[in-house]
């Protein structure tokens, strides 16, 4: 197991103060970047498929941001944790703290198939700074457009919202093979395959026309700011859901 060590930055912070979940993705991907700098992981590997367990928030602090990760064959286990915070006494003892788990199944991306996610579409549009070095969509982007498609679906394009604080417990996204960037726009279909108590899966294709780019699902959990715990969903944001 190697250790990658990094700091945070305020940039990283979502509007409930913690750090966002694409920046997770972010820590992981530079993470991955350093084995291969150093000859670990073969630098022709692609990602194939990466799935992100969110298991507490992490706040804004001092502290560096640890990424511990294991190569097992095709597939690299990756943990962000935060370091004990000294501050007040450099002495002190304390295991880091795990904020998500991330793995990632590597090699070279082939056809999702056929579309597979019903609900609705809407035209998406990407931005020149979102490709990597090689002129293609940044993976760590397209969990970016992903959150962005569920966020705008889930508040019905801008309109009144009737659904309360949600967080993210789970996110796994498969990818076809690299997509360079275009002036026009791709299409993002969104779609609820589950509704729970407390929970729902949100299931999205990136695509264009009939091909699927990358394919994602969400596992949403309701969340309580003040008590900082999961919630039930009211019948109102059920019935909203049930809507879409």
């Known amino acids: ?16 103060n913690h750090v966002n979940n694409v920046v997770y993705l972010a820590y ?5 970047a350093a084995l291969v700098e150093d000859g670990t992981l073969d630098a022709a590997l692609e990602p194939v498929s990466i799935g992100i367990d969110f298991v507490r928030p992490m706040p804004l602090s001092r502290r560096s941001v640890l990424v511990d990760q294991r190569l097992d064959g095709d597939v690299l286990e990756q943990e962000i944790l935060q370091d004990v915070d000294r501050s007040a006494d ?3 003892q304390g295991e880091p703290v795990l904020h998500a788990r991330v793995r990632t199944r590597l090699g070279t991306r082939t056809d999702l198939g056929a579309p597979q996610v019903s609900g609705t579409s809407a035209p998406f549009r990407g931005r020149r700074g979102d490709v990597d070095a090689s002129g293609r969509v940044d993976p760590v982007r397209v969990f970016e457009y992903f959150q962005e498609a569920r966020i705008i679906w889930m508040s019905r394009a801008g309109t009144v919202r009737e659904l309360g604080h949600v967080v993210v417990a789970h996110l796994e996204v498969e990818y076809a093979p690299p997509v360079p960037w275009r002036r026009e726009p791709w299409e993002m279909t969104v779609g609820v395959t589950s509704l729970g108590s407390k929970s729902l899966t949100v299931v999205c294709e990136w695509r264009d ?6 394919r994602n ?3 949403l959990v309701a969340f309580d700011v ?3 715990a999961a919630r039930s969903l009211t019948t109102a944001e059920r019935t909203y859901l049930e809507s879409l």
């Not at 026309?209 to 990358?214: I, N, Q, R, S, Y």
């Open 90 to 92: 450099p002495e002190q």
């Open 28 to 32: 992981a991907a530079e993470a991955r």
């Open 209 to 214: 026309g009939d091909t699927v780019l990358a």
């Open 1 to 16: 197991m190697t250790r990658y060590r990094l700091p945070m930055r305020w940039a990283d912070l979502d509007q409930l």
């Open 217 to 219: 699902s969400a596992v």
């Open 226 to 228: 003040e008590t900082q």
